[in-house]
């Protein structure tokens, strides 16, 4: 069993930062890859950004620029650094791992609102 917890959400401003972070139990996360989705009232849940084992990422569109994931596989960590936030980028934030092309392992998430 597989335990995903996130951290790091909040309240900011527009234009402001934060940073998430989602740790997993266990001693295989090195091996495996880590994502972050976001699920807003009224819309689709969108996935932001993802890190492969080796490190390589993708980022929705939305994002670009403006966040980073990143791991640190010592401790068993993945962050979402968040730049420059938006409005719109109001959210609960999921991360997960994923254990196998068909099942992948899910935090309780964590809200972040940004708003003046």
């Known amino acids: 069993q597989v335990q995903v917890v996130e951290s790091g959400g909040g309240l900011v401003q527009p234009g402001g930062s934060l940073s998430l972070s989602c740790v997993a139990s266990g001693n295989i996360f090195s091996t495996r890859a880590m994502g972050w989705y976001r699920r807003a009232p009224g819309k689709q849940p969108e996935l932001v950004a993802t890190?492969?084992?080796?490190?390589?990422?993708n980022y929705a569109d939305s994002v670009k620029g403006r966040f980073t994931i990143s791991r640190d596989n010592a401790k068993n960590t993945v962050f979402l650094q968040m730049n420059s936030l938006k409005p719109e980028d109001t959210a609960v934030y999921l991360c997960?791992?994923?254990?196998?092309?068909?099942?992948?392992?899910w935090g309780q998430g964590t809200q972040v609102t940004v708003s003046s």
């Open positions: 997960y791992l994923v254990w196998s092309p068909e099942y992948k392992y």
């Open positions: 890190i492969s084992s080796g490190g390589i990422t």
